[in-house]
C-alpha cells in the first residue's frame, strides 16, 4: 500500500507530545524516523521523546526490576521506578498509557480519541510486566491483540503510528476518512495501473469517470468485503438506507449461482 500524499499545513496547531517511556530505546529509532511519523515530527505536528527507563533505576546499577513475590519465573517492573518517571513527566493535561493484554483493544476510535490530546506517555513493560500497584497510576491500559509479545514496545509503535496519522495536516484529509474502520467498515477494494493484470481487469466503473457510480460502487464493495471477512462488525451497527439497500443487493448476489456452478443433469 502506498503512503498517502501529505496534506497543505494549514492553521497552526500546538503539537501533540507524546513520551515512551522503555528499557529499549534503540528500538524506536528507525520506526519513528520513516515515512509518515518522520514527515509529522518534521512539519512540528508532534514531538516525540524516547526516554530510558533506567535513569530512574535504584542504586548504583540502576536497578529496574526484581523477582515476583511468591516465586515464579520472570522479572517484574518495581513501583518506585515507573513513579519516579512518572513524577519526572506528567502533566496536567498528560494521558499515561499502558499497554496490556488485558486492557481496552485499540482500535480507531480510540486513536481518534489519543490524537486529540496533548501529552501521551507510553509506559512499556518488559519480563513479567509491571507491580500490580503500578496500576492505580496510569490512566488508561490498551491492548493489540490476544497473544504475547516481549515487552509493550511494538504496540507503543502500533498505538504512535494509528495516531499521528490522525492529526490535522498529518496527510491528506480523504485518506483518513476512507480507511477501513473509519466507518465501521472495512475498505473497499483499490486498483491501480495496469488496468489488465494476469487475464484479471480493474472495474469499469472505476474508469468511467462517473464520480457518483464510483462512490456508490465502494460503498457496496466494503459491505460486501465486512459481510464476507467481518460480519461482526456489522452486528448493531447502525445503517442508512443506502447502506441497507446495498447490503440487500450483496446478499442476493452472493445467493445467486455464479454461471461456473450452473451445470445440466446428467443421467446416473
Known amino acids: 500500500m502506498g503512503e498517502e500524499t501529505p496534506a497543505d499545513a494549514g492553521t497552526p496547531i500546538v503539537p501533540l507530545e507524546i513520551e515512551i517511556l522503555t528499557l529499549f530505546p534503540g528500538m524506536f529509532t528507525g520506526p519513528l524516523s520513516e515515512s509518515i511519523p518522520g514527515r509529522v515530527q518534521s512539519r512540528g505536528l508532534a514531538a516525540i521523546r524516547v526516554h530510558d527507563l533506567r535513569q530512574w533505576g535504584l542504586g548504583r546499577h540502576k ?3 526484581d523477582y515476583t513475590y511468591g ?5 517484574v517492573l518495581r513501583p518506585e521506578v515507573v513513579a519516579g518517571a512518572l513524577a ?6 498528560s494521558t499515561v498509557i499502558l499497554p496490556d493484554p488485558g486492557g481496552e483493544v485499540f482500535g480507531q476510535a480510540r ?3 489519543l490524537s486529540g490530546r496533548r501529552h501521551l506517555i507510553i509506559l512499556c513493560p518488559r519480563y513479567e510486566g509491571v ?14 491483540g490476544d497473544y504475547v509479545l516481549s515487552g509493550g514496545e ?3 509503535m502500533v498505538f504512535v503510528d494509528a495516531i499521528l496519522r490522525l492529526l490535522p495536516g498529518a496527510i491528506d484529509a480523504a485518506s483518513t476518512t476512507e480507511e477501513s474502520f473509519t466507518a465501521g467498515l472495512l475498505e473497499y477494494p483499490q486498483y491501480t495501473r495496469p488496468p489488465e493484470f494476469n487475464g484479471m481487469t480493474v472495474p469499469a466503473v472505476l474508469t468511467s469517470g462517473h464520480h457518483e457510480a464510483v462512490r456508490k460502487w465502494r ?8 459481510a464476507a ?3 461482526e462488525l456489522l452486528a448493531g451497527r447502525p445503517m442508512s438506507k443506502e447502506e441497507a439497500r446495498l447490503l440487500a443487493e450483496v446478499g442476493s448476489e452472493e445467493a445467486a449461482p455464479r454461471e461456473d456452478e450452473v451445470g445440466v443433469e446428467v443421467d446416473q
Do not use: F, N, Q, Y
Open 219 to 226: 460503498l457496496k464493495e466494503a459491505l460486501r468485503r465486512t
Open 154 to 156: 511494538i504496540p507503543a
Open 71 to 75: 516465586g515464579g519465573a520472570g522479572m
Open 131 to 144: 507491580d500490580e500497584r503500578i496500576r492505580s497510576t496510569v490512566d488508561l491500559e490498551l491492548s493489540i
Open 88 to 93: 519526572a513527566l506528567r502533566r496536567s493535561d
Open 63 to 65: 536497578t529496574v526490576d
Open 229 to 231: 471477512r467481518r460480519p
Open 111 to 113: 486513536a481518534h480519541d
